[in-house]
């Protein structure tokens, strides 16, 4: 194959798997993801079966990249480093995809929960995926939170994390039974800094002599 020739199919190639992506969506929305087949997909995208399986090794696969498209996981991951640690935790926190696909991360919610507890490997898989960037940053400001003497040295960074991201995915879970409060994270951020941000020596001894 020639250059130019690969440089005309790239694009070409690059288009077929977007129109996948947004037809996977849209079916997985509308009908679940159960109902909706590979063959339902190549109808609905105008794109051959044989060319969706050379993109995709099967329908989960497929599937985990769609969920990552819908929920901004295909973009570059935001940077958290204000100068201000406590502000930094509480932007990482609040942080969520972009509102234009909002409806649709509603309308696919149920239906991911349901295919993920049927299909135990695609349940972790998923919840790799989506956890792993929030908890990598948690991580590095825990990390840095220790650099800066804010933290103890032995602050067990995986209760740590639980602490942090639990309530967030108790919000997304249980929104609709119980909203939760327009100032979640912050709350969270604070109770944190309570229960583990180390007391200088200077107000320790103020609080004694009171």
């Given at each position: 194959?020639?250059?130019?020739?690969?440089?005309?199919?790239?694009?070409?190639?690059?288009?077929?798997?977007?129109?996948?992506?947004?037809?996977?969506?849209?079916?997985?929305?509308?009908?679940?993801?159960?109902?909706?087949?590979?063959?339902?997909?190549?109808?609905?995208?105008?794109?051959?079966?044989?060319?969706?399986?050379?993109?995709?090794?099967?329908?989960?696969?497929?599937?985990?990249?769609?969920?990552?498209?819908?929920?901004?996981?295909?973009?570059?991951?935001?940077?958290?480093?204000?100068?201000?640690?406590?502000?930094?935790?509480?932007?990482?926190?609040?942080?969520?995809?972009?509102?234009?696909?909002?409806q649709l991360r509603e309308r696919l919610l149920p239906h991911l929960i349901a295919y993920g507890a049927r299909n135990p490997e695609f349940g972790f898989a998923w919840r790799t995926r989506v956890m792993e960037p929030a908890r990598k940053q948690a991580t590095a400001l825990l990390d840095r939170g220790i650099g800066q003497g804010v933290f103890p040295a032995d602050l067990d960074k995986v209760v740590g994390l639980s602490l942090l991201l639990g309530p967030m995915v108790y919000k997304h879970i249980f929104r609709s039974v119980t909203p939760p409060p327009a100032n979640l994270a912050e709350a969270v951020v604070e109770a944190f800094w309570r229960a583990f941000a180390v007391t200088s020596p200077a107000v320790t001894s103020a609080k004694k002599r009171r």
């Open positions: 194959m020639t250059g130019n020739h690969a440089k005309l199919q790239r694009p070409r190639s690059r288009r077929a798997h977007d129109k996948v992506l947004d037809s996977a969506i849209v079916l997985f929305a509308d009908n679940g993801i159960d109902a909706t087949s590979i063959d339902s997909i190549a109808a609905h995208s105008g794109v051959s079966k044989a060319t969706i399986y050379k993109h995709w090794s099967d329908k989960n696969a497929l599937c985990l990249e769609a969920m990552g498209r819908i929920h901004g996981l295909d973009r570059e991951a935001p940077k958290f480093d204000s100068g201000d640690l406590k502000q930094d935790f509480i932007d990482l926190l609040n942080h969520k995809p972009s509102e234009d696909q909002a």
